[in-house]
């Protein structure tokens, strides 16, 4: 990487970290540290919003995924807009109208210390597992492609977070998410106009949409009803709806940051923003990895993205190291002739059209083939989260490089920021000070020093478990499972709070844990994993009518 992109890079970083740490000076409480003197203007939540949910994942591995399936994922998010309409008009007057600090400690009001409690453990848990994850991900991929030790990238990423975060609390946060997000949105525009020029150059817009389309890589739609199916419209819409609910509505990373807001028109108005731009955004995330798919259809792919995965002939033993070699000369041949068949497709004239599809169609196959033929021989995992790192290195001029790398970094600091902040907030308000008096909480400068400690000691945590998630490394697949467990629970607990008067306490504790039992049980079915959230939400909601009917319902309003 030229010297041009590492200054860019780097003084990126170093702007992140001043910006944060004296956004933090004129913290005098707790309110201004974990709550941002709750005076953060509409559009700036929104982008903070935007930001903690765009990870360094959305970067890589979305475009990742849009080069290897197209758009269908972005039906995942066609519920979103619903939930934010519906959070904007529930959640949120809710929410300012007992002016928290947490969601757990709305709970606590509403219902009693117990549910406060159990709530909070289970984010506190959730959010443990994940936050190592959200480092080292980001942190394995930028250490695999500039060669650099994997445990000294996962303490720099990390390091860079908790400074400002510390410093400046969720003020800092927020503002630096702002600037983070603007910088996503920029570098992705930037390789999105430089991968499309290339492509229109070569075969116009028309022949760009053929070969994507021909491969099913433009339907963005599955109107398909098996349960099964990950995505699917009905999944999306169904499961979906409950899951952005929940996350959006009940989990204190992005709570936080409707209660930092001026008012309740400032928290609506920033989850409206996120109903209007968050779509567009996954939209354009995945068209982008749609394009590069086409780019490395008419420039040739390598093998394989992964960095390092070309010296694997020289580190195979003696026995394998023929049938590699083998492997990658019938694929040279192979890419060259998809490049090819590509061509004579967008010519094709309307009599020819069928053959040449078919025969593009049968190259792309052994393309396939022969890559996943490669990787089971070198023992590699599949390497989609590199084609878009692949591309920035490799295709882009000097400072849009840097730029994009600015861009994935901006994007991992904004979850791993948001993440530690949330943590703290939660382990200090709904756990260690939940028993001090209002007063005592929001002026006490013991309290406030012992919050900046317990961020240093959060992050300090999470970049320690992210050092050795290697390890631990089939806990990946187990967070998510994890997630859905808590989550429907979760927003089933906060239904029966915004929604049904004569719940209490008892019927939302019992209510939490039947529900995550009901998801675990539906987990070891064929369901989607979307539909867990489903599951766990009507759970809760209808045990806790149940048990809060046979306890005597609701006797005292908070």
């Given amino acids: 990487m030229h010297g041009i992109d590492w200054l860019l890079f780097f003084g990126f970083l170093v702007y992140v970290i001043w910006d944060g740490a004296r956004r933090g000076r004129g913290a005098e409480s707790v309110d201004d540290y974990f709550m941002a003197g709750r005076a953060v203007p509409w559009w700036a939540v929104g982008l903070s919003i935007m930001a903690t949910q765009a990870s360094a994942i959305t970067m890589v591995g979305t475009t990742g995924q849009g080069w290897a399936d197209g758009l269908r994922f972005v039906q995942f998010y066609f519920a979103l807009p619903i939930a934010m309409l519906i959070l904007a008009f529930v959640a949120v007057p809710a929410y300012q109208r007992l002016r928290v600090n947490t969601a757990y400690e709305y709970l606590g009001r509403r219902f009693d210390e117990k549910t406060r409690l159990l709530s909070a453990i289970l984010f506190l848990f959730l959010r443990g597992l994940s936050v190592g994850f959200v480092i080292y991900t980001p942190s394995l991929v930028l250490s695999k492609m500039f060669g650099l030790p994997l445990k000294p990238t996962i303490v720099f990423m990390g390091g860079v977070a908790v400074a400002y975060t510390a410093f400046g609390g969720l003020k800092a946060v927020i503002w630096t998410d702002v600037k983070q997000m603007i910088v996503m949105v920029v570098g992705l525009i930037a390789a999105f106009v430089a991968v499309s020029q290339f492509v229109v150059g070569e075969v116009g817009w028309g022949g760009a949409l053929r070969l994507a389309g021909e491969t099913g890589r433009l339907t963005a739609v599955d109107w398909s009803w098996d349960p099964s199916e990950k995505y699917t419209i009905w999944s999306s819409l169904i499961g979906g709806l409950f899951l952005f609910l929940s996350y959006f509505g009940t989990d204190q990373s992005q709570v ?110 052994d393309s396939d083939r022969l890559r996943d033929d490669a990787r089971e021989i070198r023992g590699g995992v599949r390497d989609t989260n590199y084609v878009f790192l692949d591309f920035i290195v490799e295709h882009l001029p000097i400072g849009i490089v840097g730029l994009l790398l600015a861009a994935i970094f901006a994007a991992a600091l904004s979850s791993i920021d948001s993440e530690i902040n949330a943590m703290t907030t939660v382990a200090v308000l709904d756990l260690w000070a939940r028993k001090r008096k209002e007063g005592d909480v929001e002026k006490n400068p013991a309290l406030l020093r012992a919050s900046r400690w317990a961020t240093v000691l959060v992050g300090a945590f999470a970049t320690a478990f992210a050092a050795y998630a290697e390890v631990v490394g089939s806990l990946v697949e187990a967070v998510n499972k994890v997630g859905s467990y808590v989550y429907g629970s979760l927003l089933g607990a906060f239904i029966l709070a915004f929604i049904w008067k004569k719940s209490n306490g008892h019927g939302a504790f019992v209510g939490l844990i039947v529900g995550m039992i009901a998801v675990g049980l539906s987990a070891q079915t064929d369901l989607a994993f979307l539909y867990l959230n489903t599951v766990g939400t009507l759970t809760v909601v209808i045990v806790g009518i149940v048990v809060s009917a046979l306890t005597g319902g609701r006797r005292e309003a908070s």
């Fill in 256 to 365: 936080q940051r409707l209660l930092a807001g001026r008012s309740v028109r400032d928290a609506q108005g920033a989850l409206l923003l996120n109903a209007i731009f968050k779509v567009p955004f996954q939209f354009l995330v995945l068209f982008l990895g749609t394009l590069l798919f086409v780019f490395y259809v008419l420039q040739g792919s390598p093998i394989a993205f992964e960095p390092g995965a070309q010296n694997a002939l020289t580190e195979l033993p003696d026995g394998k190291r023929g049938a590699y070699t083998a492997v990658v000369e019938e694929y040279i041949g192979v890419q060259g002739r998809l490049e090819l068949a590509a061509r004579d497709l967008v010519a094709a004239e309307p009599a020819e059209v069928d053959e040449a599809t078919e025969n593009y169609k049968n190259l792309l196959s």
